[in-house]
């Protein structure tokens, strides 16, 4: 069972987390994009752009789990009828959570899930792993992402976008509109 297999087995449970929102991530962003990922990691994980940045720089660290479980658990929160559920419950913990992962995410041994858990699944069973991750991520990665090529390349592209030509004479022409 390799970790590719468990990605595709993971995105088959949860097709939401490639994009972060279920649909096509759009890669024209406004200033608003990498400046609302700096002032938090929760702004960050809420854009499917900055999830998509994210993930790039996390694979890049070697703990792009981290990411993948957290997005797992927000969707698994919204999962409805309980067979769904235990699914979804067993793919997250043989996915990430057992001695035997292929993405194991680095979580305090006490705190682990045991199997027995899964045949009663309840939407907020990984919340206390998942927070464990989010706080690990927050203190840790995040700060280097802002700091890494991937986040200031794009936020440059962004910056460029917003001094460009077009995007001048289209604020142009909404300020001629909006002043008449």
């Known amino acids: 069972f390799s970790k590719d297999d468990a990605f ?5 449970f949860f097709p939401e987390i490639n994009d972060g929102e279920g649909h096509a991530s759009s890669s024209h962003q406004t200033l608003k994009g990498t400046s609302k990922w700096a002032t938090s990691l929760e702004n960050l994980l809420e854009d499917p752009e900055g999830v998509k940045r994210f993930r ?3 694979k890049k660290e070697f703990s792009e789990e981290n990411v993948l479980f957290w997005l797992a ?9 309980k067979k ?3 699914e979804k419950a067993k793919e997250i913990y043989m996915t990430f959570l057992s001695s035997k992962a292929s993405s194991q995410v680095n979580v305090e041994g006490q705190s682990r899930l045991s199997e027995t858990i899964l045949e ?3 939407p907020l069973m990984f919340q206390k792993l998942q927070d464990q991750i989010f706080n690990l991520m927050k203190y840790d990665s995040y700060s280097r992402f802002l700091k ?3 986040f200031l390349n794009h936020k440059k592209s962004e910056e460029q976008e ?5 995007a001048q004479t289209a604020a142009k022409r909404a300020s001629r509109i909006y002043n008449t």
């Open 8 to 12: 595709f087995l993971l995105f088959s």
């Open 56 to 58: 790039e720089f996390l």
């Open 73 to 81: 658990c927000e969707e698994f929160k919204k999962t409805q009828g």
């Open 84 to 86: 769904q559920m235990q």
């Open 120 to 122: 009663t699944p309840h």
């Open 148 to 150: 890494s090529d991937i």
């Open 162 to 166: 917003e001094t460009s030509p077009e």
